[in-house]
């Protein structure tokens, strides 16, 4: 006798349309260029004599983040209810940050990104990732001009999250052993990205590590992986682990939370108006 299962698809309060995908892979080009450009730039070229204004100048990502949220909420209708979501996970992820701030890279904000993103999707984790981590910086008074690098890199590490395959039918211990390794091996990648945004800006004279904007590529390679042993290698381990253990102990109670929520908010049910009763 034939069974069949029922799968019901999982809802999306942000579903990303044409413009919204132009819009975030002009961001994600400017910001591969705004991260990398030490590896991208040749010896010989003049990027380097302006090493100390690029934080400047890559803070104009701000402007294009913050046009990537408002293209996403408009195109995609984003109703009140998705908004109030948006604004508790937000506030919920910028209050967990300073927890463990300056504690070994106790960041207990990371796991709630990754699960949030694996639910809410790719175009919800993006525009939280984003929020969350300008929130945050409000909160700490950590705005500055490495504050679009943080949003935009949040922005990628949520989205991801929100990639993963079998959102609709993957449960159980195979969901969270996925989602855990997402987030450690995100957790390092997060730590990498901002290194790369960091790093340029040591004058070349202070350390053996430091960028140089007159070596080669390959030197400079091996200067940045000296240079992420040598400063955040325990601190990304630490996010790493703190992300793995909240996303295996907590999150199966995170996930049904953040799905009961999704199915009650009903994000893609039409909106309906009925006339008045005779």
């Known amino acids: 006798m034939a069974t069949s299962t029922t799968v019901r698809r999982q809802a999306r309060a942000v579903r990303l349309g044409p413009r919204s995908l132009i819009a975030l892979a002009l961001v994600s080009a400017v910001g591969v260029a705004g991260f990398g450009w030490p590896f991208l730039a040749p010896p010989a070229s003049q990027i380097g004599a302006h090493a100390q204004d690029a934080?400047?100048?890559?803070?104009g990502l701000l402007v294009l983040l913050v046009a990537v949220v408002a293209a996403a909420i408009s195109e995609s209708g984003l109703g009140p209810k998705a908004?109030?979501?948006?604004?508790?996970?937000?506030?919920?992820?910028?209050?967990?940050?300073?927890?463990?701030?300056g504690t070994a890279g106790i960041e207990p904000m990371f796991f709630l990104m990754v699960l949030s993103g694996r639910v809410l999707g790719p175009g919800f984790g993006f525009v939280l990732g984003s929020v969350t981590m300008f929130a945050s910086a409000l909160l700490t008074g950590g705005v500055g001009p490495w504050l679009?690098?943080?949003?935009?890199?949040?922005?990628?590490?949520?989205?991801?999250?929100?990639?993963?395959p079998g959102p609709d039918r993957l449960r159980g211990r195979a969901e969270l052993a996925m989602l855990a390794g997402y987030g450690f091996l995100a957790a390092f990648?997060?730590?990498?990205?901002?290194?790369?945004?960091g790093w340029?800006?040591?004058?070349?004279?202070?350390?053996?590590?430091?960028?140089?904007?007159?070596?080669?590529?390959?030197?400079?390679?091996?200067?940045?992986?000296a240079y992420c042993v040598a400063t955040s290698l325990g601190w990304d381990l630490g996010r790493a682990l703190v992300t793995v253990v909240l996303t295996l102990v907590v999150g199966p109670a995170v996930l049904?939370?953040?799905?009961?929520a999704t199915r009650r908010a009903a994000f893609e049910t039409p909106v309906t108006f009925e006339g008045p009763r005779q």
């Open 55 to 59: 934080p400047w100048l890559f803070a």
């Open 83 to 101: 908004v109030a979501m948006l604004g508790v996970l937000a506030a919920t992820g910028a209050a967990l940050r300073p927890i463990g701030a």
């Open 148 to 164: 679009p690098f943080q949003m935009l890199a949040m922005g990628w590490f949520a989205m991801g999250a929100g990639l993963l």
């Open 189 to 197: 990648a997060y730590g990498t990205v901002m290194n790369m945004a």
């Open 200 to 225: 340029p800006f040591m004058s070349a004279l202070a350390s053996n590590v430091a960028f140089d904007p007159h070596a080669p590529v390959a030197a400079n390679l091996a200067r940045f992986v």
């Open 256 to 260: 049904r939370a953040l799905r009961r």
